[in-house]
């Protein structure tokens, strides 16, 4: 093969990196809608647009690194679970994904309830409107305070997480005179496949309380005992970007099975049961996520079945997407600073941004697309890593993708499906300043959260 046809492009050698199979796209300005948002585009002129502004006014306007969100896919999203699952059930969001006083708002309108597991999550949610009955509140560790503002707000339910959670959700209601509804959350022994730190039903782990030797029924025993909280169901969650319900088959029969222990033990069905979230969605165009309505008609499928196998009535389904939600909505659009060819091996590309906006590809190893976006190109596919301008060797973009061959300083490009768990796990490393959070919508762009200034950095800094 000659260097110039080479699939990398003319700086590489004759073989892709050892562990490097994927051959470049065959149109490198094609855009996969199961990437991109639903009203991406590439104009006529080559600069992509998202709601009809393109992304060189979006840059100029707002600046770069930016999270780009697509208002309008947000609440399709929203609207397609909730008409999935239907009025018997409920859609909860899960807040971590992503959350700011508009999405709340969104959510709100778009008949969607909220998980939240912080408190300063919970103070999002009541400062934006989201009526607390429509709230739920998780964690492993709650402190006191959280617990004490989530009874005294009125949330809908809290997962107990523990047996001392127990105690003190019970102490904290009784004292200030409610009756709390509650969940047990129980790890049911499934390890979904998936990277381990994000697996989170197998036992040995900190969330929920096991299944194994009794202990969720002792849970159960204790929670039923008390006056202040009312057990409204059993809450198991096995893990996060998951492609298949293989698992949450598996999940269901084992939480069924302890629905059947407490009715047979305490005489009462209890009414709810929540399955959980972590369907996956596409990062790249080798993924390949089921649609909301497909995952409802399974899950309701599993559970019914499992139900009249125990003589149980069909409980209420609760689930909990937030990546499924808010991960394909938005975008990272970067400005390109330096390129560095390594001959044989890969071009470097640098951006403005990196390991302080996305964390994932250096915590979980998460693989992600990326296109020019400010202009489109005819050059040759040419192998790069996508790197930040961060003091860590690790800080890792994307890590093998194919860009236009000629791509260069000044250029846009932009990271697609970074919705959920960027800005909400963005950091000042290297006292960087986070970005915006800029929703597009109908030809009009407008900031939702706003770009840090030194003078935020600053005012926490006491000297």
């Known amino acids: 093969m000659s260097r110039s046809a080479h699939p990398a492009g003319p700086r590489y050698a004759d073989v892709l990196p050892e ?17 991109w948002s639903r009203t991406v585009a590439r104009g006529e002129d080559g600069v992509v647009t998202v709601g009809g502004v393109g992304v060189t006014e979006l840059a100029e306007r707002f600046g770069t690194p930016a999270y780009v969100m697509d208002e309008a896919d947000f609440r399709a999203r929203c609207r397609a679970w909730r008409e999935a699952f239907g009025r018997d059930a409920d859609v909860f969001y899960a807040g971590k994904a992503f959350l700011s006083r508009a999405i709340v708002r969104w959510l709100t309108e778009e008949g969607l309830n909220l998980d939240v ?38 949330v809908g339910r809290i997962v107990l ?22 969940q047990i959350r129980v790890t049911v022994g499934v390890e979904a496949h998936t990277h381990e730190f994000i697996a989170t039903a197998h036992e040995d782990q900190k969330f929920g309380i096991a299944l194994a030797e009794g202990q ?35 999940a269901a029969h084992r939480v069924v099975g302890l629905l059947k222990d407490v009715r047979d033990e305490h005489g009462v069905e209890l009414p ?25 008609a399974a899950l309701r499928e599993i559970v019914t079945r499992e139900c009249a196998a125990a003589g149980l009535a069909v ?35 640098s951006v403005d941004g990196g390991m302080s906006d996305n964390i994932r590809t250096a915590l979980y190893d998460a693989e992600y697309s990326v296109s020019l976006v400010s202009r489109a190109s005819t050059a040759e596919p040419m192998l790069t890593r996508v790197v930040g301008k961060h003091c860590e060797s690790g800080d890792i973009v994307v890590k093998d993708a194919f860009l236009p061959a000629d791509v260069a300083p000044g250029d846009l490009i932009a990271v697609p499906a970074t919705g959920a768990y960027c800005r909400s796990m963005a950091s000042n490393y290297n006292h960087a300043l986070r970005p915006p959070v800029v929703a597009v919508h109908e030809g009009e762009a407008r900031v939702i959260v706003r770009r840090e200034t030194e003078e935020d950095l600053l005012r926490l800094d006491i000297g």
């Not at 562990?19 to 990437?35: E, F, I, K, M, S």
């Not at 409980?315 to 001959?343: N, Q, W």
Request: glycine share 10%.
């Open 117 to 154: 597991c912080s408190e300063g999550e919970l103070a999002t949610a009541l400062a934006a409107g989201m009526p607390a009955e429509r709230i739920a509140l998780h964690g492993n560790n709650k402190s006191a305070r959280e617990i004490e503002r989530a009874v005294e707000a009125g």
């Open 272 to 296: 709810e049961i929540d399955l959980g979230g972590g369907l996956g969605i596409a990062y790249t165009s080798d993924d390949d996520p089921r649609e909301p309505a497909e995952i409802a």
């Open 315 to 349: 409980p209420r389904i609760s689930v909990e997407p937030g990546r499924a939600i808010a991960g394909p909505t938005a975008f990272t659009l970067y400005e390109v600073g330096t390129v560095k060819p390594l001959r044989g091996l890969r071009t470097y590309v």
């Open 161 to 182: 997480d523990s047996f001392q959670e127990i105690a003190r959700v019970a102490g904290t209601a009784e004292r200030l005179g409610r009756r709390q509804r509650v």
């Open 19 to 35: 562990g490097h199979y994927t051959a470049p796209p065959a149109d490198l300005n094609a855009l996969d809608p199961r990437v």
């Open 216 to 250: 969720a029924a002792e849970a159960v025993r204790r929670a039923i005992k008390l006056d202040s909280l009312e057990l409204i169901g059993i809450h198991s969650h096995i893990g996060s970007q998951i492609f298949d319900t293989s698992g949450f088959e598996v």
